[in-house]
């Protein structure tokens, strides 16, 4: 048992950080496939929050990334749903080893990942404020000059604190550990490249060249590869994490978020000019499909079993839920204004949602009364960015 205390309540939240993989889910009440479940809302979280993004662990938190509206990480317990911590995004990067920046800096948290072990949080910056860094990122660069280069904050799960940053590319967006915990990547939307981070050394040891707005990010689960999104074309990256070497192939145009089946065989990619989720066959066997979500969708996530994909439609204002074989969309429903991210909680077996305007929803997949067993296993109380 790990205790962490909240810093805006009178009480300490204790809970068991379990680091144990939750994918088997030996207690998950749903006996069948998660696309056959029907979404309901649970809960609406608000508060001083604006989500570009949401994340879960598999231990049973999830972080929402607040940008520079709130220069905040909130991180979450996915059981009830409350609010562990706010997580200010102020940090004296002097005390990381960038001697010749002195001084507060601020960031704006857009994006993160869990590292498999359990042990940490990692979130990208778009921009930096602060002494020397005062050169703002924009979705709309032509390139990296004039802009400064940000950086990648590690929080501490056990004490919820940020306990190094990592120098990149200018306006890093979407970030990934490799399931063997050797890299984490970033894409850097102006500098047009992939970084990657070596976990041990806590240094970028390589910088990918990738091309216009680089973006998603997927990593397939034997961390030898590891695909990118170039939104500004029509292609993925292929990139080798052994030798890094890279190939391209044509999805569609504006491909945006990436998301790999579990078996690693297929690739998903949401399209956000074309308001469409293609399912790409990473064996060349099958044709690609298509399916029409919403207008301007953008990022996606799947569910553990791999049947359901859940994608946000920016334009729209709704979360498509989608049979990952046949590509058919099985549920559309309005979840707000600008919904921007999203993420399938796995212990709980939730689906949240990131509501730029200042909301989570989040939503249990329920089974159709007359699927629950007689004796289920007891399960909780109940502008366009690119």
């Given amino acids: 048992m790990k205790k962490i ?10 809970f068991a950080l379990s680091l144990q993989p939750a994918l088997s889910v030996a207690q998950d009440p749903i006996r069948m496939p998660t696309v056959d479940t029907k979404l309901k809302l649970h809960k609406t979280i608000g508060g001083a929050i604006a989500p570009k993004s949401v994340r879960s662990s598999n231990n049973g938190l999830v972080a929402a990334f607040n940008m520079m509206y ?25 005390e990381f080893g960038y001697r010749e920046l002195s001084g507060t800096h601020k960031g704006a948290p857009v ?24 050169r703002e990122g924009t979705d709309s660069c032509g390139s990296d000059r004039g802009i400064d280069k940000s950086f990648i904050y590690r929080i501490n799960l056990e004490t919820l604190e940020i306990d190094n940053a990592i120098r990149v ?14 890299y984490v990547l970033v894409t850097n939307w102006c500098s047009y490249t992939l970084s990657i981070i070596s976990v ?30 170039e939104m500004g074309s029509s292609n993925v990256h292929k990139v080798d994490l052994v030798t890094f070497k890279k190939s391209k192939f044509t999805v569609g145009s504006g491909p945006r978020h990436l ?3 579990p078996d690693a065989r297929y690739l998903y990619v949401s399209l956000n000019a074309a308001g469409k989720v293609a399912k790409y066959d990473l064996l060349g066997e099958e044709p690609t499909r298509y399916v029409a979500t919403g207008t301007y969708p953008r990022t996606m996530t799947i569910s553990t079993d791999g049947t359901a994909l859940y994608i946000v439609n920016y334009g729209s204002g709704t979360l498509s839920k989608v049979r990952a074989s046949t590509m058919k ?3 559309n429903i309005y979840a707000c204004p600008k919904p921007i991210g999203v993420a399938f909680e ?31 296993t007891p399960t909780d109380s109940i502008s366009p960015t690119p």
């Fill in 5 to 14: 205390a909240l810093l805006s309540g009178v009480f300490t939240l204790t």
């Fill in 70 to 94: 709130r220069h905040t990480i909130t991180v979450y317990d996915a059981k009830s749903t409350r609010l562990i911590k706010t997580i200010e995004d102020s940090v004296n990067l002097r």
């Fill in 200 to 229: 041990e050394k806590q240094k970028v040891i390589k910088n990918i060249y990738i091309g216009r707005f680089p973006r998603g990010i997927a990593v397939t689960p034997d961390s030898t590869t590891a695909y990118v999104a």
């Fill in 259 to 261: 998301v790999l089946s």
């Fill in 329 to 331: 969309r099985v549920q």
């Fill in 169 to 182: 590319g200018a306006v890093p967006k979407i970030v990934e550990v490799t399931p063997d915990n050797k």
């Fill in 346 to 376: 796995a212990v709980h077996q939730r689906t949240w949602v990131a509501c730029y305007g200042g909301a989570i929803k989040v939503y249990n997949n329920k089974l159709p009364k007359k699927l629950i067993s007689p004796s289920p």
């Fill in 111 to 134: 994006e993160g990942a869990f590292s498999p072990d359990g042990k940490y949080l990692y979130s990208s910056n778009y921009s930096m404020y602060g002494p020397k860094l005062f």
